[in-house]
């Protein structure tokens, strides 16, 4: 088993910067993919990044390309999501994600762990 606490959600201003943290614990060593998705009221769960924990490869949502950055920290198990130029369409409860290695990896369906989410807010 995989546990993933998020933290570090909160409300911004349009333009403004937050940086997610998700800590792992647990069995991590089948971990392969980890990644941050996102939901807001009323839409589906989508992908907005990933990051493939063996090689480091990163790949994006187009709507967060050249805003967000996502890493890893190997040695404090813990992802981040560095979300800069935040827009009020970025507004919703941002999950972190783990599983295997997967090939399409914005397919919620595909993860075998999820945090329990933390909230993030983007007013105009």
């Known amino acids: 088993q995989v546990q993933l606490v998020e933290s570090g959600g909160g409300s911004v201003q349009a333009g403004g910067s937050l940086r997610l943290s998700c800590a792992a614990s647990g069995y991590t060593n089948g971990v392969y993919t980890m990644a941050w998705f996102r939901q807001a009221p009323g839409k589906e769960r989508e992908g907005v990044a990933v990051i493939y924990t063996r090689g480091g490869r990163t790949y994006y949502a187009n709507s967060v390309k050249g805003r967000f950055t996502i890493s890893q920290d190997n040695a404090k198990n813990t992802l981040y999501l560095q979300m800069n130029s935040l827009k009020p369409e970025d507004t919703a409860m941002y999950y972190c994600?783990?599983?295997?290695?997967?090939?399409?990896?914005?397919?919620?369906?595909?993860?075998?762990?999820w945090g329990q989410g933390t909230q993030v807010t983007v007013s105009s």
């Open positions: 994600a783990a599983g295997p290695a997967i090939l399409a990896w914005a397919s919620s369906s595909q993860y075998n762990y």
